[in-house]
């Protein structure tokens, strides 16, 4: 930490003031410690800028609320550290704190370590905080990092890409990369300006962008599972609109070659750039023993995969028509899929009804066969995928009740289009119906 540092204290009680003062006294390379009124803190912040701030929240103080948007809005303090003291405040309150920027919280009544850890730790981070906005403006002054979106520049992504991706290996670290680009939708008389905007409000902080080239994107998400990176290109989707999406392929950083990597998301991104909306694992398009790239159209064998094929005869039928090769590729594909896709959609919709509808009837599975369930009384929906071993699934929604079909809806569509995004909208408009035919019974 540096020789000189200064905390502020806001409180409308005075011996709260004097309690938290009299501990700070025993905290090393600390310079002054003010204190403050919660209705003359902001002249008091017009006058200096501290390194870290403590407000003392009492019984959902909603004046404390809104001097920490206040604090936050304004560029002079964007690297203060706000710790928040909580004395009887409800979750929603602690919550809307952090969603207006506070960095930590404690609860009265205040333990002396506790505070004192926590003020080094606020201290710790406006330090971290001032050095890498140093860092970054060193970066773009080089021209590594672009001036008006803080995205790795189109010279240096390679370089970027291989740095992170050797720290990641180094310390053993979960990590996915994105290859991203506007679909089919995304007109070219679009601003790409637009395009990044979302994905930069889409990611975290310590998240990361890159160019790939003229309309291509590499996001670097750190401690990232594939379920993650669904999640982020979810809400990549979600704020384009309906007028237009984005495509991508991704990859779970482990201890593949750079190159192959690379080479394997601009297949997945080329893949993925058929449909609209679509996310495809890049790692589909590996061998699992060779870690070498393959191409779903040749006949280049796929060593170590043992998936065994079992299929009613109409899916063996369709399966004529494929080498052999692309069938176990289709089925490793499919295999990623639900671990990606259906698992991770099943389980948020199951935790959803069970929280908010305790009284339904909630199941799941998955597999080549995949099934979700919800039902209250007589009246049940499903949502069932059947894949064919090659690279259709057939999906069916379903309505009984008392066992009479009142909603029967069959498709077959490529198993790659199926993404986070669309199997959720189907779950939840089948839900919707759900509720309603529940209505209209007066269940």
Same mark, same amino acid.
């Not at 889409?202 to 962008?209: C, E, F, G, P, T």
């Not at 690379?262 to 790692?283: G, Q, R």
């Not at 159209?297 to 060593?303: L, Y």
């Given at each position: 930490?540096?020789?000189?540092?200064?905390?502020?204290?806001?409180?409308?009680?005075?011996?709260?003031?004097?309690?938290?003062?009299?501990?700070?006294?025993?905290?090393?390379?600390?310079?002054?410690?003010?204190?403050?009124?919660? *209705?003359?803190?902001?002249?008091?912040? &017009?006058?200096?800028?501290?390194?870290?701030?403590?407000?003392? &929240?009492?019984?959902?103080?909603?004046?404390?609320?809104?001097?920490?948007?206040?604090?936050?809005?304004? =560029?002079?303090?964007?690297?203060?550290?706000? #710790?928040?003291?909580?004395?009887?405040?409800?979750?929603?309150?602690?919550?809307?704190?952090?969603?207006?920027?506070?960095?930590?919280?404690?609860?009265?009544?205040? +333990?002396?370590?506790?505070?004192?850890?926590?003020? +080094?730790?606020?201290?710790?981070?406006? @330090?971290?905080?001032?050095?890498?906005?140093?860092?970054?403006?060193?970066?773009?002054?080089?021209?590594?990092?672009?001036?008006?979106?803080?995205?790795?520049?189109?010279?240096? &992504?390679?370089?970027?890409?291989?740095? @992170?991706?050797? %720290?990641?290996?180094?310390?053993?670290?979960?990590?996915?990369?994105?290859?991203?680009?506007?679909?089919?939708?995304?007109?070219?008389?679009?601003?790409?300006?637009?395009?990044?905007?979302?994905?930069?409000?889409?990611?975290?902080?310590?998240?990361?962008?890159?160019?790939?080239?003229?309309?291509?994107?590499?996001?670097?998400? %750190?401690?990232?599972?594939?379920?993650?990176?669904?999640?982020?290109?979810?809400?990549?989707?979600?704020?384009?609109?309906?007028?237009?999406?984005?495509?991508?392929?991704?990859?779970?950083?482990? =201890? %593949?070659?750079?190159?192959?990597?690379?080479?394997?998301?601009?297949?997945?991104?080329?893949?993925?750039?058929?449909?609209?909306?679509?996310?495809?694992?890049?790692?589909?398009?590996?061998?699992?023993?060779?870690?070498?790239?393959?191409?779903?159209?040749?006949? =280049?064998?796929?060593?170590?995969?043992?998936?065994?094929?079992?299929?009613?005869?109409?899916?063996?039928?369709?399966?004529?028509?494929?080498?052999?090769?692309?069938?176990?590729?289709?089925?490793?594909?499919?295999?990623?899929?639900?671990?990606?896709?259906? =698992?991770?959609?099943?389980?948020?919709? *199951?935790?959803?009804?069970?929280?908010?509808?305790?009284?339904?009837?909630?199941?799941?599975?998955?597999?080549?066969?995949?099934?979700?369930?919800?039902? %209250?009384?007589? +009246?049940?929906?499903?949502?069932?995928?059947?894949?064919?071993?090659? @690279?259709?699934?057939?999906?069916?929604?379903?309505?009984?009740?008392?066992?009479?079909?009142?909603?029967?809806?069959?498709?077959?569509?490529?198993?790659?289009?199926?993404?986070?995004?669309?199997?959720?909208?189907? #779950?939840? @408009?089948?839900?919707?119906?759900?509720?309603?035919?529940?209505?209209?019974?007066?269940?």
């Amino acid at each position: 930490m540096t020789d000189a540092n200064t905390v502020v204290i806001v409180s409308n009680k005075g011996d709260f003031l004097n309690q938290i003062s009299s501990k700070l006294v025993l905290l090393r390379n600390l310079d002054k410690v003010k204190t403050s009124s919660i *209705e003359d803190a902001q002249n008091m912040f &017009c006058t200096l800028v501290p390194n870290v701030a403590i407000l003392h &929240c009492k019984d959902n103080d909603s004046k404390i609320i809104e001097l920490i948007k206040e604090i936050k809005k304004q =560029e002079t303090y964007k690297h203060t550290s706000i #710790l928040l003291i909580n004395e009887n405040c409800s979750r929603e309150t602690v919550i809307e704190a952090f969603d207006s920027g506070i960095s930590d919280v404690l609860f009265a009544p205040v +333990i002396d370590y506790e505070l004192l850890i926590r003020v +080094i730790w606020c201290l710790k981070r406006n @330090e971290m905080s001032l050095s890498l906005e140093s860092r970054n403006n060193f970066l773009i002054n080089l021209g590594i990092v672009q001036t008006q979106d803080g995205v790795y520049a189109q010279k240096y &992504c390679d370089d970027f890409l291989k740095n @992170e991706i050797s %720290q990641t290996k180094k310390y053993s670290q979960r990590a996915c990369l994105l290859l991203i680009s506007p679909d089919k939708k995304y007109r070219t008389d679009n601003n790409l300006d637009d395009f990044v905007s979302i994905i930069k409000k889409s990611i975290r902080l310590n998240d990361s962008v890159a160019i790939k080239d003229s309309d291509k994107f590499y996001i670097y998400l %750190q401690k990232t599972k594939l379920n993650g990176a669904y999640s982020v290109f979810e809400r990549i989707n979600s704020a384009l609109g309906d007028d237009k999406g984005a495509n991508a392929g991704v990859v779970e950083i482990q =201890e %593949q070659k750079f190159e192959d990597i690379i080479e394997a998301l601009d297949s997945a991104l080329e893949k993925a750039n058929e449909n609209t909306n679509s996310l495809i694992v890049a790692s589909d398009f590996y061998s699992n023993d060779k870690k070498s790239i393959i191409n779903p159209e040749n006949n =280049e064998q796929i060593q170590n995969n043992n998936m065994k094929i079992e299929d009613s005869e109409s899916s063996k039928n369709i399966q004529k028509a494929f080498d052999k090769n692309s069938i176990k590729l289709f089925n490793q594909a499919y295999e990623r899929k639900i671990k990606v896709v259906l =698992e991770p959609v099943f389980k948020k919709f *199951e935790n959803i009804l069970r929280t908010k509808k305790p009284d339904f009837a909630v199941n799941s599975y998955t597999g080549k066969k995949s099934l979700f369930t919800v039902s %209250q009384g007589d +009246i049940s929906a499903s949502f069932a995928l059947e894949y064919n071993g090659v @690279e259709d699934v057939t999906i069916r929604l379903t309505i009984l009740d008392n066992d009479q079909k009142r909603l029967f809806e069959t498709d077959t569509v490529e198993f790659t289009i199926l993404d986070y995004r669309k199997v959720s909208l189907m #779950l939840n @408009e089948l839900i919707d119906k759900f509720m309603l035919f529940l209505r209209r019974k007066g269940n």
